[in-house]
Every structure is written in C-alpha cells, then in structure tokens.
C-alpha cells in the first residue's frame, strides 16, 4: 500500500527530464517526436527479444547435440531446399515490420516544411552557446541575443543538477511549433535535448533546421554531443517551456533589457 | 450554490483542453494577443482572473457568472488608474507579434544556409529596385534577420559595401 502511494505519487510529481545516475531508459518524452522514438524503440526490442531467445535456443541447442559420447555420428546433411526458403522469407518479413515504422516515423520527424511560430537560433561555441531570438528585431543592429554558459562544477545552487545547468536558459513557449537553427562559430558542436527528441548537428558553414513541439510545460537539459574539444562535457543545453503569455512577457522584458 | 460553481471552475482552471488541429491554434493566438493589449497590467492577479473566466465561458453556462463578477472586479481599478500610469507602461512593454519567417519549398531539407542566403539576396534585390524604407522590403528583411546568423549577416554586410559579395544583387 505504502510502496503503491509513494509510487503514485513520485510518478505524477517528478517527470524525468534531466540525465540520471545509472539511468538506463529514456528520458520522459515532451514531443511528440520523443514520444514516436520510444514506441518505436519498444516496438524494436519486442522483435529484439524473440529473435534473442530463437538463435539462443538454436545455438545451445547445437552445442549440446555435438557431443561425442551422445551423438558419435554426425548428421551429414548438406542441404534443405524447403529449410532455405523459409530462412530466407521470415527475416524478410520481421524486417519489413521494423521497417515500416522507423520509415513513417523518420518522414514524419522532417517537418521541415511546416510554418513555424517562432525561430531560435543556437549558435555553439568553445564552450558555450549563443541563442538568438530575432522575429522581433527592426534593424540588423537590435537583437535579442544571449550567452549559455554553464554554472561551474563548484558552484550550484541547492537543488541544481551538477555540470547541467547555466546561468541562461532558452525559453521556449509550450504547445508551439518551433524552429531551430543551429550552427556553430568555430568547431563542430551538436544541439541534443533527448526529453524533445532533438539532436541537431551545428557544422562549421552550414545552418541546419530541426523542429519542436513542445507539449508540456517544464525545464528540459540536455549537452553538446558532438566532441568540440576539451570542454565538451561541460556545455550543457537547458530549454524552459512556459505557457505563450509568460513567453510574450519575457521577450518583452529581454527587449526592454537589450534597449537600456 | 456560489461553492458549488466555483470547485467546476477551478478543476476546469488546470486542466487545459487538448488542441491538436492547427486552425484552432491561429484562432486562439489571435485572442491572447488581444488580452495582452487590453489588459494593462499583467502583475496584477484579477487579470489572471479575467483570462481564465475567458477562457472557462466557451464552456459552462454556469461560470458566467463568475466571470461576470470577474469584469465588475476589473472594472474599479481600471478607473482607478491613472493616465499617466498607463501610457509609461505602455512605453516600457513593446508589442511583439509571434510569427516568423515562414518554410520554403525550395528548401525542404534540413540544411537552410541557401534559406537564409536566398532570403537575404532577396531583400537586397528589393532595396535595390524599390529603394530603401519600401513596405514591400520590410518582409524581406523580416525572414532573413529570423533565418541568418547574426555574424553573417554582418560578415556580408562588410562585403556588400567593399564589393565583394558573391551573391547576385
């Protein structure tokens, strides 16, 4: 009873969206993109694990029959035409079930052509990151542009996960389309936030486009995940989804910020 | 009554109805905008008050009420307020509009560099034909601040005035 409650509870209060310690499943999902890899991930290892326990049962099987003593004679069968075909299609077809999910939901990831809402920018850096909001500029001059540096490792703040967090966050409005450009400044970088399902590489020259929906409200972490050098581990990603207004307020006060 | 109509309210406060289609989110953006234009003061906890009653009237009869206490409430400080008060704070919040360069055709991929490029050849091209401060510039300029990087727009504003852009202007 007690162990149901505790469990009830932790799971409505506490979403997981920050790498744990020893985790070893995915981070709750707050796309729908996230959501479509998980099913997909799961609907995989359900395949997985017949296959498992098929070639399993084969090959113990076959080292335990090819004992001297038991079976001093061989089998001396060269070949099975009926055996060939049926190897050859049932592959095929637990292939073709792995295959048609992963396509549709491959496709489905590249909304590339969607009108977005709303345009971010993040620009990495050695070993930082610079985000820029700039729907809302009038001149090339103006814009809302920030710094993400990470908070160092000896010096968080009650409560704050250790190498993840920063002193500026992207905030992001909930239950928006999004854009995300992403390109670097001077090295390779990768733009990953596995709770959105996002992992975006930022190549020298190249702006590249991935889109969020973000459907739940809440502080979603992520890391760089493309090697950029000594600092790599320590450039952290933390996006804050809020409702629209909160969003349009805090734009307001940014620009209001950016002015003075 | 008046407790019994409120527990509805307050339970329909925190659950948010599931919107999917996406006509319904441009309707709906339209109407937060709204509320952020009329409502003057967003600190103040009423206003809160008045957009969830809002949002609450498509839905029960019953709520009406409350929200029309909810108007009556908004109304005193309304008129409390001063002018003066009004027009500072209109000065220090500017009005943003969320919307942003909208997806090309020509560019279906996740690579957008000949995205912004384009967008950026393409105000230049309208400056060049239609003159500076056109209204038909603004759009232009519009997507490609939102598209562009803001170091590449100024490396290409450097080469623009010294000659050296290799884009066809």
């Known amino acids: 009873m007690i162990l149901r409650s505790l469990e009830c509870r932790f799971l409505t209060i506490a979403l997981c969206d920050a790498a744990e310690p ?15 890899i998980i099913d997909l991930h799961h609907d995989i290892f359900f395949f997985l694990i017949l296959i498992l326990v098929f070639v ?3 090959l113990v099987r076959a080292l335990w029959h090819f004992n001297e003593q038991t079976n001093p004679i061989p089998q001396r069968i060269v070949h099975g035409t009926t055996i060939e075909i049926i190897r050859t299609i049932f592959p095929s077809v637990i292939l073709l079930f792995i295959a048609i999910p992963s396509f549709a939901l491959l496709y489905s990831m590249d909304g590339v052509l969607v009108d977005p809402a709303i345009t971010i920018k993040a620009i990495g850096h050695q070993w930082y990151r610079t985000y820029e909001y700039s729907d809302y500029n009038s001149s090339d001059e103006q814009s809302l542009t920030f710094d993400s540096y990470t908070i160092p490792e000896d010096d968080p703040e009650l409560g704050q996960s250790r190498l993840l967090e920063v002193d500026n966050r ?7 389309h999004l854009r995300m450009i992403v390109t670097p400044a001077d090295v390779p970088h990768s733009w990953a936030v596995p709770s959105s ?22 502080v979603y972490y992520g890391q760089c995940s493309e090697i950029c050098g000594t600092n790599h581990a320590f450039t952290p990603i933390v996006v804050e989804a809020v409702t629209l207004k909160d969003y349009a307020d805090w734009v307001s006060n940014q620009l209001i910020l950016q002015t003075n | 009554m008046a407790a019994e109509a409120k527990a509805p309210s307050l339970a329909e406060e925190y659950s948010l109805p599931p919107q999917e289609a996406p006509v319904e989110k441009a309707v709906e953006d339209k109407p937060q905008e ?4 009329s409502v003057t003061n967003d600190e103040t906890p009423q206003a809160d008050e008045t957009a969830t009653a809002v949002e609450v009237n498509p839905e029960t009869s019953e709520v009406q009420e409350v929200a029309d206490k909810s108007e009556v409430e908004d109304t005193n400080p309304a008129a409390e307020e001063t002018n003066e008060t009004a027009e500072e704070e209109a000065e220090e919040k500017p009005e ?21 490029f384009t967008r950026y050849v393409e105000y230049h091209r309208c400056v060049a034909a239609k003159g500076e401060d056109a209204p038909e510039c603004d759009k ?9 990087p803001g170091e590449w727009v100024e490396r290409w504003n450097e080469q623009r005035e010294n000659g050296t852009f290799p884009g066809p202007l």
């Open chain 1, 22 to 36: 020893w985790q070893l499943g995915s981070q709750d999902a707050a796309t729908p993109m996230m959501q479509g």
């Open chain 2, 34 to 37: 709204a509320e952020s234009i």
């Open chain 2, 96 to 116: 943003i509009k969320i919307e942003t360069a909208p997806a090309d055709f020509r560019f279906p991929t996740t690579n957008q560099t000949r995205h912004c």
């Open chain 1, 170 to 176: 992207v905030v992001v409005p909930a239950k928006t």
């Open chain 1, 56 to 58: 399993s049962r084969m």
């Open chain 2, 140 to 148: 232009f300029a519009k997507y490609y601040r939102s598209l562009c």
């Open chain 1, 197 to 218: 399902g996002v992992k975006c590489d930022a190549v020298p020259g190249r702006s590249n486009l991935t889109s969020i929906s973000v459907q739940r409200e809440g």
